[in-house]
């Protein structure tokens, strides 16, 4: 559990008392403070540096494209005379109506 590491329900079943109700107990005394978290080791550090900045630049990808599906997404009476063009051309048909698409 907290201190040896061991899972909640291995612990409740060696107590014999419910996993659910144990949980809750463990979940309260971490809120109230009663256990100190073990500091992270330098790779576990590391590594959580590495998650953050990984997920910062995730969002940021993110919204971009968010952005660009905005200005990108076709707008029926601005591409419809692409349609009339030519409806059996490729090139027209196959056009997303950004660069790339």
Known sequence: ???SGRPVAEVARDLGINEGTLGTWVNKAKRDGAFKEKPLKVNERARLK???EEN???KMERDLLKKVR???EPEPVKFAFIEKVDED???FSSWSGCVGG
């Open 50 to 52: 590495e998650l953050e």
């Open 89 to 91: 051309d490729e090139l």
């Open 70 to 72: 905005v200005v990108c």
């Open 56 to 58: 910062r630049r995730l």
């Open 1 to 3: 559990m907290i201190s």
